[in-house]
């Protein structure tokens, strides 16, 4: 239960609504345990009609409404069949007016749940875009899809049903007790008997419950895991015809989650009749020791008194039995929030210092002394990492796979904070600078390419607000896809499928650096986006970026060399280190790692004209 009160400051928020709502659950029931009493009076009524009838030694004790009507029936001299018809309608009329208040009572607190679930995903969502990229790289995007969805969920039923049932559970034993004693309190005592057996099984039992929910969330999380990863792999499983391997795989972790599910369901199927059962215990005793009282002492115990416990008993049965199902409720959202609250507690390891700087980015880059170690993997990624580049210089990096080439661009960002040493920006500590700011004023295309379900314009103006059509164009003519799109069937308005599934690598290539020049910054960070693309159209790009940048600064991460770009700078890595640094012609002159890799790809690019 101590998982929950992360909740409290949702109640709180909607604390108005809460407790009109308790108010309207309470009028609900004290009209619904009015109509034993109108009952009880009508037998009595009736009896007395009859010879042999014992009137009670003490007047019982109904609510203040019931004895008023009652003084107001008995002082109008009516007939049996009057009377009878009266109270008849009375009864009706309290029916009708107790379903208003719970149409009142529904329409607040289940409206209240759906608030603060709508509160809760927009918390979680929030939390998670917040935290940094080695989180990501250790949570499954299943996990995180089940806890924003059925965690959730689950917590609302618990924010909505059972807060409802609890607060109803409370009025009606609290009323109907309360009644009960004042008419009969020796009777109360043997109706009410079962009722301690009832509370130290459902202790007992929603131990088991608690258990085994948070085991089948765990479980259903594995399951989401699985489905999602085999969706978004649908390609590769196809491909390596491993689609009985994989149903294998989801049908094992699928019978877990069935025989822990049915497992429940077998708990849940013994207690919910076992309460149905101490209702039925309670009823036989109501009627078995309140008829050997009547029988005994007529004057203390009539048949109107007995007739009030059974529908007393009756009253109590739905929230007696709805205990368990709120206490099922209760555990499973406590086991819910417990996962909830491990994410929202989860403190992102890259945010804003205290008093973030605000101010643009002319381009000026110096790295100083960086060691960069990937928190997860304990990869070295980047040694006393030296680099320093002007307002407008053109960088590129160049090295094999794993050099830590793509590391450069993540500390840019502040994906990653280094391990050691700093990157500066215009003089400033990049910590110390606004997140919003310096990712706003950075363009960044990555290597893993990644679109969106939408049309081809609103994936190039991602993350702007001016939704310029002719900034679109020219963004797309400076990337060398104008063409291309144009052939599409609706054109710019043409829907791209998950992830770009409906175009080639080099179209979602070109995309993306369309949606970075867009933006028309000060800095632009490409890495390794031109792998997909052919030579040709690679040169056409290549000269329209050299325009493009003219005062720009510009960091190129490749494993090719690009001939034809002047670069201000060529660094070439070698695990996570600089073997060289200069200008194309000093590093072809030095005949090392660089002029080794500009030789082997001109001879590629002869064999492929050949």
């Not at 259903?220 to 009985?244: H, W």
């Not at 890259?350 to 170690?373: A, C, H, K, W, Y």
Request: charged share 20%.
């Amino acid at each position: 239960m101590k998982h929950l009160r992360a909740l409290n400051k949702y109640f709180w928020k909607y604390r108005v609504r809460l407790s009109i709502g308790i108010l309207f659950v309470f009028l609900s029931n004290y009209f619904n345990v009015l109509s034993p009493q109108i009952t009880g009076f009508v037998i009595d009524f009736v009896q007395k009609q009859f010879p042999g009838y014992h009137p009670r030694a003490i007047p019982p004790s109904y609510a203040t409404i019931v004895q008023k009507f009652i003084q107001k029936v008995e002082g109008a001299d009516y007939g049996v069949a009057k009377v009878v018809a009266i109270c008849g309608l009375t009864i009706l009329i309290i029916a009708l007016i107790r379903g208003f208040f719970l149409f009142l009572m529904r329409q607040t607190i289940i409206v209240m749940s759906r608030h603060i679930e709508y509160d809760q995903k927009n918390e979680v969502f929030q939390h998670y875009q917040k935290l940094d990229t080695a989180f990501y790289k250790t949570h499954f995007t299943g996990d995180l899809m089940n806890r924003i969805a059925e965690d959730v969920s689950r917590v609302r039923m618990f924010t909505g049903p059972s807060i409802m049932y609890l607060a109803n559970l409370v009025a009606v034993i609290s009323l109907c007790v309360f009644f009960m004693i004042k008419r009969n309190a020796e009777l109360t005592l043997y109706v009410l008997a079962p009722l301690p057996i009832l509370a130290i099984t459902i202790y007992y039992v929603n131990n088991i419950i608690n258990k085994r929910s948070e085991k089948i969330q765990a479980l259903l999380s594995d399951l989401t895991t699985n489905a999602q990863e085999s969706y978004s792999g649908i390609r590769v499983i196809k491909s390596f015809v491993q689609e009985k391997a994989m149903l294998g795989f989801f049908k094992k972790n699928s019978e877990e989650y069935r025989k822990n599910a049915i497992g429940l369901a077998k708990v849940e199927a013994i207690y919910f009749p076992s309460m149905t059962l101490m209702i039925g215990l309670s009823t036989l005793l109501t009627i078995m020791i309140g008829g050997l009282n009547h029988i005994a002492h007529p004057e203390q115990t009539d048949m109107a008194t007995i007739v009030e416990f059974v529908i007393y008993v009756n009253l109590l049965t739905f929230p007696v039995s709805a205990i368990g199902l709120t206490a099922s409720m209760i555990q499973r959202a406590a086991a819910s929030q417990k996962r909830l609250n491990e994410f929202l507690q989860t403190k992102p390891a890259i945010r804003n210092n205290s008093l973030p700087e605000n101010f643009t980015l002319q381009g000026n880059i110096r790295f100083q002394n960086v060691d960069f170690i990937y928190p997860h993997t304990g990869i070295h990624a980047l040694k006393n990492f030296n680099l320093e580049i002007k307002k407008g210089g053109k960088v590129a990096i160049v090295g094999r796979t794993g050099s830590g080439k793509s590391t450069i661009a993540q500390l840019m960002l502040r994906m990653y904070d280094p391990t050691n040493g700093k990157i500066e920006l215009d003089g400033t500590d990049i910590r110390n600078i606004d997140l919003k700011t310096l990712r706003e004023q950075i363009s960044y295309v990555p290597q893993d390419v990644f679109l969106f379900s939408d049309t081809v314009a609103n994936n190039i103006l991602f993350g702007l607000e001016d939704k310029n059509r002719d900034a679109v164009i020219r963004a797309t003519e400076q990337a060398n896809m104008d063409n291309e799109v144009m052939q599409f069937l609706q054109q710019y308005e043409t829907m791209i499928g998950e992830r770009g599934v409906t175009l080639s690598g080099g179209q979602k290539q070109r995309i993306s650096i369309a949606r970075a020049l867009i933006k028309d910054p000060n800095i632009l960070i490409l890495d390794d986006c031109l792998s997909a693309v052919d030579a040709r159209t690679e040169n056409k790009i290549i000269g329209n970026l050299y325009e493009y940048l003219n005062d720009k600064t510009a960091i190129i991460i490749t494993h090719r060399i690009f001939s034809l770009f002047k670069f201000d700078k060529i660094v070439v890595l070698d695990d996570g280190v600089i073997v060289e640094e200069g200008n194309h012609n000093e590093l072809i002159d030095r005949n090392g790692y660089y002029a080794s890799l500009y030789a082997r790809q001109q001879e590629q690019e002869r064999s492929s004209e050949l």
